[in-house]
Protein backbone atom coordinates (compact mmCIF):
# COMPACT_ATOMS: atom_id res chain seq x y z
CA UNK A 1 0.00 0.00 0.00
CA UNK A 2 2.58 2.99 0.79
CA UNK A 3 4.72 1.66 -2.68
CA UNK A 4 0.93 2.29 -4.19
CA UNK A 5 0.52 5.63 -2.58
CA UNK A 6 4.33 6.53 -3.46
CA UNK A 7 2.47 5.99 -6.80
CA UNK A 8 5.02 2.93 -8.11
CA UNK A 9 3.21 -0.13 -10.18
CA UNK A 10 2.82 -2.69 -7.27
CA UNK A 11 1.86 -6.31 -8.25
CA UNK A 12 0.94 -8.28 -5.25
CA UNK A 13 0.91 -12.16 -5.09
CA UNK A 14 -0.99 -14.79 -3.80
CA UNK A 15 -0.80 -18.27 -3.70
CA UNK A 16 -4.94 -18.56 -3.28
CA UNK A 17 -6.56 -18.12 -6.69
CA UNK A 18 -9.87 -17.03 -5.44
CA UNK A 19 -8.15 -15.17 -2.97
CA UNK A 20 -6.95 -12.90 -5.75
CA UNK A 21 -10.28 -13.49 -7.43
CA UNK A 22 -11.94 -12.02 -4.30
CA UNK A 23 -9.46 -8.90 -3.82
CA UNK A 24 -10.02 -7.73 -7.47
CA UNK A 25 -13.35 -8.15 -7.11
CA UNK A 26 -13.67 -6.12 -3.88
CA UNK A 27 -10.51 -4.40 -3.53
CA UNK A 28 -10.12 -5.66 -0.28
CA UNK A 29 -8.35 -8.77 1.84
CA UNK A 30 -11.18 -9.91 3.75
CA UNK A 31 -8.84 -12.79 5.03
CA UNK A 32 -6.28 -10.55 6.80
CA UNK A 33 -7.10 -6.69 6.37
CA UNK A 34 -10.80 -6.84 6.12
CA UNK A 35 -11.34 -2.81 7.05
CA UNK A 36 -8.61 -1.33 4.55
CA UNK A 37 -9.69 -0.47 0.92
CA UNK A 38 -6.58 -1.11 -0.90
CA UNK A 39 -5.18 1.04 -3.23
CA UNK A 40 -6.26 1.12 -7.14
CA UNK A 41 -2.82 1.18 -8.59
CA UNK A 42 -2.08 -2.32 -7.03
CA UNK A 43 -2.26 -5.71 -9.28
CA UNK A 44 -3.77 -8.86 -7.75
CA UNK A 45 -2.55 -11.48 -9.31
CA UNK A 46 -1.98 -15.33 -8.28
CA UNK A 47 0.24 -15.84 -11.24
CA UNK A 48 3.90 -15.61 -10.11
CA UNK A 49 5.30 -15.29 -13.61
CA UNK A 50 3.24 -12.32 -14.54
CA UNK A 51 3.66 -11.04 -10.99
CA UNK A 52 7.39 -10.54 -11.53
CA UNK A 53 7.70 -9.71 -15.01
CA UNK A 54 9.90 -6.69 -15.38
CA UNK A 55 10.00 -6.04 -11.75
CA UNK A 56 12.88 -3.95 -10.12
CA UNK A 57 11.92 -4.07 -6.63
CA UNK A 58 10.63 -7.95 -5.30
CA UNK A 59 9.30 -7.85 -1.74
CA UNK A 60 9.66 -11.50 -0.26
CA UNK A 61 6.82 -10.92 2.94
CA UNK A 62 5.88 -15.11 4.08
CA UNK A 63 6.13 -16.15 7.04
CA UNK A 64 10.07 -17.72 7.60
CA UNK A 65 8.97 -21.03 7.28
CA UNK A 66 7.74 -20.08 3.65
CA UNK A 67 10.65 -18.63 2.29
CA UNK A 68 12.49 -21.14 0.71
CA UNK A 69 10.05 -22.34 -0.98
CA UNK A 70 8.60 -19.12 -2.31
CA UNK A 71 12.34 -18.07 -3.62
CA UNK A 72 12.38 -21.44 -4.99
CA UNK A 73 9.70 -20.50 -6.91
CA UNK A 74 10.34 -17.19 -7.90
CA UNK A 75 14.06 -18.36 -9.37
CA UNK A 76 12.16 -21.42 -11.19
CA UNK A 77 10.13 -18.42 -13.05
CA UNK A 78 13.28 -16.48 -13.46
CA UNK A 79 15.22 -19.77 -15.03
CA UNK A 80 12.60 -20.36 -17.35
CA UNK A 81 12.53 -16.91 -18.51
CA UNK A 82 16.02 -16.88 -18.98
CA UNK A 83 16.66 -13.41 -16.68
CA UNK A 84 19.84 -12.92 -15.51
CA UNK A 85 20.03 -9.94 -13.93
CA UNK A 86 18.44 -10.25 -10.67
CA UNK A 87 16.26 -7.49 -9.71
CA UNK A 88 17.12 -6.32 -5.73
CA UNK A 89 15.74 -8.79 -3.43
CA UNK A 90 13.53 -7.06 -0.33
CA UNK A 91 12.10 -8.70 2.42
CA UNK A 92 10.01 -7.79 5.48
CA UNK A 93 10.05 -11.05 7.45
CA UNK A 94 11.37 -11.46 10.52
CA UNK A 95 13.03 -14.87 11.86
CA UNK A 96 15.41 -17.70 11.15
CA UNK A 97 15.24 -20.95 9.19
CA UNK A 98 14.89 -23.82 11.25
CA UNK A 99 17.40 -26.48 11.50
CA UNK A 100 20.00 -24.04 9.27
CA UNK A 101 19.54 -21.18 11.54
CA UNK A 102 19.71 -18.69 8.12
CA UNK A 103 19.08 -15.05 8.66
CA UNK A 104 16.13 -14.57 5.74
CA UNK A 105 19.24 -12.72 3.48
CA UNK A 106 20.76 -15.64 3.65
CA UNK A 107 18.10 -17.65 2.13
CA UNK A 108 17.49 -15.79 -0.66
CA UNK A 109 21.59 -15.42 -1.26
CA UNK A 110 21.78 -19.17 -1.24
CA UNK A 111 18.28 -19.81 -3.32
CA UNK A 112 19.61 -17.54 -5.92
CA UNK A 113 23.03 -17.89 -6.42
CA UNK A 114 23.03 -20.07 -9.55
CA UNK A 115 21.76 -15.96 -11.22
CA UNK A 116 24.71 -14.68 -9.45
CA UNK A 117 25.30 -12.29 -6.43
CA UNK A 118 22.04 -11.03 -4.91
CA UNK A 119 21.50 -7.54 -3.78
CA UNK A 120 19.53 -8.50 -0.98
CA UNK A 121 17.82 -4.93 1.15
CA UNK A 122 15.17 -6.20 4.46
CA UNK A 123 13.01 -3.55 5.41
CA UNK A 124 12.42 -3.91 8.91
CA UNK A 125 11.72 -2.19 12.52
CA UNK A 126 8.65 -1.33 14.41
CA UNK A 127 5.40 -1.46 12.14
CA UNK A 128 2.51 -3.23 12.53
CA UNK A 129 1.43 -3.53 9.36
CA UNK A 130 -2.17 -1.91 10.55
CA UNK A 131 -1.55 0.86 11.47
CA UNK A 132 0.96 1.44 8.20
CA UNK A 133 -2.09 1.06 6.25
CA UNK A 134 -3.89 3.82 8.67
CA UNK A 135 -0.70 6.11 7.39
CA UNK A 136 -0.36 6.49 11.37
CA UNK A 137 3.63 7.51 11.57
CA UNK A 138 6.18 4.73 11.30
CA UNK A 139 9.97 4.75 10.99
CA UNK A 140 11.91 2.16 10.31
CA UNK A 141 15.28 1.22 8.47
CA UNK A 142 16.42 -0.56 5.22
CA UNK A 143 19.36 -2.24 5.95
CA UNK A 144 22.16 -4.22 3.12
CA UNK A 145 25.84 -4.06 2.38
CA UNK A 146 24.58 -2.89 -1.12
CA UNK A 147 24.49 0.96 -0.45
CA UNK A 148 22.80 2.05 -3.68
CA UNK A 149 20.04 -0.95 -3.23
CA UNK A 150 19.83 0.30 0.14
CA UNK A 151 18.83 3.96 -1.14
CA UNK A 152 16.77 2.57 -4.14
CA UNK A 153 14.32 0.92 -1.07
CA UNK A 154 14.34 4.08 1.14
CA UNK A 155 13.62 6.50 -2.14
CA UNK A 156 11.00 4.08 -3.58
CA UNK A 157 9.08 3.64 0.74
CA UNK A 158 9.77 7.06 1.94
CA UNK A 159 6.42 9.57 2.57
CA UNK A 160 5.46 12.01 5.12
CA UNK A 161 3.80 8.88 7.28
CA UNK A 162 6.86 6.40 6.27
CA UNK A 163 10.21 7.35 7.38
CA UNK A 164 12.83 4.48 6.27
CA UNK A 165 16.78 4.62 7.61
CA UNK A 166 19.30 3.11 5.09
CA UNK A 167 21.93 1.09 7.48
CA UNK A 168 24.52 -1.03 6.73
CA UNK A 169 24.41 -3.69 9.54
CA UNK A 170 22.22 -6.49 7.93
CA UNK A 171 22.93 -9.04 10.49
CA UNK A 172 22.15 -6.62 13.29
CA UNK A 173 18.87 -5.64 11.23
CA UNK A 174 17.46 -9.09 10.82
CA UNK A 175 18.64 -10.85 14.47
CA UNK A 176 17.44 -7.64 16.10
CA UNK A 177 14.09 -8.28 14.01
CA UNK A 178 13.90 -11.88 14.52
CA UNK A 179 14.78 -12.16 18.55
CA UNK A 180 12.59 -9.72 19.86
CA UNK A 181 9.54 -12.00 18.72
CA UNK A 182 10.94 -14.13 21.53
CA UNK A 183 11.06 -10.96 24.22
CA UNK A 184 7.44 -10.32 23.03
CA UNK A 185 6.22 -13.61 23.83
CA UNK A 186 7.36 -13.49 27.27
CA UNK A 187 6.28 -9.72 28.32
CA UNK A 188 2.51 -11.35 27.08
CA UNK A 189 3.17 -14.31 29.06
CA UNK A 190 4.01 -12.39 31.86
CA UNK A 191 1.24 -10.49 31.50
CA UNK A 192 -0.83 -13.43 31.21
CA UNK A 193 0.54 -15.02 33.92
CA UNK A 194 -0.46 -12.26 36.48
CA UNK A 195 3.06 -10.52 36.57
CA UNK A 196 3.59 -6.51 36.74
CA UNK A 197 5.47 -3.42 35.28
CA UNK A 198 8.60 -4.09 37.17
CA UNK A 199 8.90 -8.08 35.58
CA UNK A 200 8.21 -6.48 32.35
CA UNK A 201 11.33 -4.00 32.58
CA UNK A 202 13.34 -6.74 33.61
CA UNK A 203 12.40 -8.76 30.72
CA UNK A 204 12.67 -6.38 27.99
CA UNK A 205 16.20 -4.94 29.26
CA UNK A 206 17.71 -8.52 29.71
CA UNK A 207 15.82 -9.42 26.52
CA UNK A 208 17.89 -6.35 24.90
CA UNK A 209 20.85 -7.97 26.68
CA UNK A 210 21.21 -11.40 25.30
CA UNK A 211 19.73 -9.98 21.45
CA UNK A 212 23.06 -7.77 21.61
CA UNK A 213 25.26 -10.47 22.68
CA UNK A 214 23.95 -13.43 20.28
CA UNK A 215 24.03 -10.03 17.76
CA UNK A 216 27.31 -9.20 18.34
CA UNK A 217 28.83 -13.09 18.33
CA UNK A 218 27.16 -13.44 14.93
CA UNK A 219 28.65 -10.10 14.05
CA UNK A 220 26.36 -7.59 14.19
CA UNK A 221 27.08 -3.83 15.28
CA UNK A 222 25.86 -3.42 19.06
CA UNK A 223 24.68 -0.14 18.81
CA UNK A 224 22.24 -1.46 15.41
CA UNK A 225 20.62 -2.95 19.12
CA UNK A 226 19.81 0.72 20.17
CA UNK A 227 17.72 1.67 16.99
CA UNK A 228 14.99 0.76 15.49
CA UNK A 229 15.69 -3.01 15.09
CA UNK A 230 16.48 -3.29 18.71
CA UNK A 231 14.85 -1.03 21.15
CA UNK A 232 12.53 0.45 18.54
CA UNK A 233 10.72 -3.27 17.73
CA UNK A 234 11.19 -4.50 20.98
CA UNK A 235 8.89 -1.86 22.31
CA UNK A 236 6.64 -1.85 19.59
CA UNK A 237 6.22 -5.77 20.03
CA UNK A 238 6.54 -6.46 23.66
CA UNK A 239 3.77 -3.57 24.33
CA UNK A 240 1.28 -3.87 21.71
CA UNK A 241 -2.15 -5.34 21.38
CA UNK A 242 -1.44 -5.69 17.71
CA UNK A 243 1.23 -8.10 18.04
CA UNK A 244 0.63 -11.24 17.32
CA UNK A 245 3.97 -12.94 19.47
CA UNK A 246 2.51 -11.06 22.32
CA UNK A 247 -0.91 -11.87 22.11
CA UNK A 248 -0.10 -15.34 21.73
CA UNK A 249 2.66 -15.13 24.67
CA UNK A 250 -0.44 -14.17 26.77
CA UNK A 251 -2.68 -16.93 26.34
CA UNK A 252 0.08 -19.46 27.15
CA UNK A 253 0.52 -17.11 30.53
CA UNK A 254 -3.09 -17.76 30.83
CA UNK A 255 -3.00 -21.75 30.58
CA UNK A 256 -3.25 -22.11 26.73
CA UNK A 257 -1.52 -24.83 24.95
CA UNK A 258 1.50 -23.38 22.39
CA UNK A 259 -0.68 -26.05 20.03
CA UNK A 260 -3.92 -24.42 20.71
CA UNK A 261 -2.93 -20.91 20.76
CA UNK A 262 -1.25 -21.28 17.34
CA UNK A 263 -4.05 -23.05 16.06
CA UNK A 264 -6.59 -20.47 17.27
CA UNK A 265 -4.28 -16.96 16.00
CA UNK A 266 -4.79 -17.62 11.59
CA UNK A 267 -1.40 -15.68 11.42
CA UNK A 268 2.27 -16.16 12.02
CA UNK A 269 3.62 -16.00 15.28
CA UNK A 270 6.99 -16.25 14.33
CA UNK A 271 8.60 -15.79 17.94
CA UNK A 272 7.80 -19.65 18.40
CA UNK A 273 9.85 -20.91 15.96
CA UNK A 274 12.24 -18.74 16.30
CA UNK A 275 12.87 -19.15 19.92
CA UNK A 276 13.88 -22.96 19.12
CA UNK A 277 16.32 -21.95 16.11
CA UNK A 278 17.89 -18.84 18.41
CA UNK A 279 17.98 -21.16 21.23
CA UNK A 280 20.30 -23.93 18.82
CA UNK A 281 22.29 -20.99 17.74
CA UNK A 282 22.78 -20.01 21.32
CA UNK A 283 23.81 -23.63 22.45
CA UNK A 284 26.17 -24.10 19.42
CA UNK A 285 28.08 -20.48 19.46
CA UNK A 286 28.44 -20.89 23.02
CA UNK A 287 26.08 -17.81 23.97
CA UNK A 288 24.22 -17.46 27.07
CA UNK A 289 20.56 -16.54 26.42
CA UNK A 290 18.68 -17.38 29.51
CA UNK A 291 15.66 -16.00 28.72
CA UNK A 292 15.39 -17.40 24.98
CA UNK A 293 16.08 -20.97 26.87
CA UNK A 294 12.93 -20.38 29.34
CA UNK A 295 10.84 -19.83 26.22
CA UNK A 296 12.44 -22.89 24.79
CA UNK A 297 11.43 -24.73 27.70
CA UNK A 298 7.82 -23.81 28.13
CA UNK A 299 7.13 -24.75 23.77
CA UNK A 300 9.62 -27.81 23.52
CA UNK A 301 9.26 -29.39 27.22
CA UNK A 302 5.39 -27.81 28.79
CA UNK A 303 7.30 -25.74 31.58
CA UNK A 304 5.15 -23.50 32.98
CA UNK A 305 5.40 -19.69 33.06
CA UNK A 306 5.77 -19.41 36.49
CA UNK A 307 8.50 -22.49 37.12
CA UNK A 308 10.68 -20.70 33.73
CA UNK A 309 9.91 -17.19 35.80
CA UNK A 310 11.10 -19.02 39.40
CA UNK A 311 14.05 -20.44 37.34
CA UNK A 312 15.36 -16.91 35.90
CA UNK A 313 15.40 -15.47 39.23
CA UNK A 314 17.25 -17.92 41.17
CA UNK A 315 20.02 -18.11 39.15
CA UNK A 316 23.84 -17.39 40.17
CA UNK A 317 24.60 -13.64 40.85
CA UNK A 318 25.59 -11.68 37.91
CA UNK A 319 27.01 -8.64 36.88
CA UNK A 320 24.72 -6.43 34.66
CA UNK A 321 27.34 -5.80 31.84
CA UNK A 322 28.62 -9.21 30.77
CA UNK A 323 29.86 -8.71 27.52
CA UNK A 324 31.42 -5.33 27.97
CA UNK A 325 35.16 -6.45 27.84
CA UNK A 326 33.93 -7.69 24.23
CA UNK A 327 32.99 -3.99 22.96
CA UNK A 328 36.29 -2.16 22.99
CA UNK A 329 37.27 -4.64 20.02
CA UNK A 330 34.05 -3.96 18.02
CA UNK A 331 34.96 0.03 17.44
N1 LIG B 1 2.05 -8.16 10.16
C1 LIG B 1 2.96 -7.24 10.52
O1 LIG B 1 2.64 -6.16 11.04
C2 LIG B 1 4.41 -7.52 10.29
C3 LIG B 1 4.87 -8.75 9.86
N2 LIG B 1 6.22 -8.93 9.66
C4 LIG B 1 6.75 -10.21 9.24
O2 LIG B 1 6.27 -10.52 7.93
C5 LIG B 1 6.18 -11.94 7.78
C6 LIG B 1 4.79 -12.30 7.30
O3 LIG B 1 3.91 -11.85 8.31
P1 LIG B 1 2.38 -11.56 8.06
O4 LIG B 1 2.13 -11.09 6.68
O5 LIG B 1 1.91 -10.72 9.17
O6 LIG B 1 1.82 -13.07 8.23
P2 LIG B 1 0.36 -13.61 8.02
O7 LIG B 1 0.33 -14.94 8.69
O8 LIG B 1 -0.64 -12.56 8.42
O9 LIG B 1 0.25 -13.79 6.42
C7 LIG B 1 1.18 -14.61 5.77
C8 LIG B 1 0.87 -14.62 4.27
O10 LIG B 1 1.84 -15.47 3.62
C9 LIG B 1 1.14 -16.49 2.90
N3 LIG B 1 1.88 -17.74 2.83
C10 LIG B 1 2.17 -18.59 3.84
N4 LIG B 1 2.85 -19.66 3.37
C11 LIG B 1 2.98 -19.48 2.03
C12 LIG B 1 3.56 -20.23 0.99
N5 LIG B 1 4.19 -21.38 1.22
N6 LIG B 1 3.48 -19.76 -0.27
C13 LIG B 1 2.87 -18.59 -0.53
N7 LIG B 1 2.30 -17.81 0.41
C14 LIG B 1 2.36 -18.26 1.68
C15 LIG B 1 -0.16 -16.68 3.68
O11 LIG B 1 -1.11 -17.33 2.89
P3 LIG B 1 -2.23 -18.25 3.60
O12 LIG B 1 -3.39 -17.36 3.84
O13 LIG B 1 -2.48 -19.32 2.57
O14 LIG B 1 -1.63 -18.82 4.85
C16 LIG B 1 -0.50 -15.22 3.96
O15 LIG B 1 -1.03 -14.58 2.84
C17 LIG B 1 6.53 -12.54 9.14
O16 LIG B 1 7.88 -12.96 9.14
C18 LIG B 1 6.33 -11.38 10.11
O17 LIG B 1 7.16 -11.49 11.26
C19 LIG B 1 7.10 -7.91 9.82
C20 LIG B 1 6.70 -6.68 10.24
C21 LIG B 1 5.32 -6.39 10.53
O1 LIG C 1 7.14 -7.32 13.79
C1 LIG C 1 6.10 -6.76 14.03
C2 LIG C 1 6.03 -5.31 14.25
O2 LIG C 1 7.23 -4.66 13.97
C3 LIG C 1 4.83 -7.54 14.11
O3 LIG C 1 4.87 -8.30 15.26
P1 LIG C 1 3.88 -9.56 15.44
O4 LIG C 1 4.33 -10.58 14.41
O5 LIG C 1 4.10 -10.00 16.84
O6 LIG C 1 2.49 -9.08 15.18
Redo the contacts with the bound molecule.
Sequence with gaps: MVLAENGHDVRLWTHHQDQADEMIATGKNARYLPDLQLPKNISITSDLALALEGAELINFVVPTKAMRQVASQVLAVFQEAGVTNLPILMHAS?GLEQGSHLRISQILEDVFSPLGEAKVVVL??????EEVAQHDITAITAAGTDQVACDFVQEVFMNDYFRVYTNPDIIGVELG?SL??II?LGAGALVGAGFGDNAKAALLTRGLAEITRLGVTMGANPLTFMGLSGVG?LV??AT?V??????AGQQIGQGQSVEEVEAHMG?????LATAVSAYELAQEKGVEMPITQAIYLVIKEGLSIKEVVTALMTRERKGELQFEDNLADLF
Design positions: KSGPSHAGKNADVTSHSRNWRMVVEG
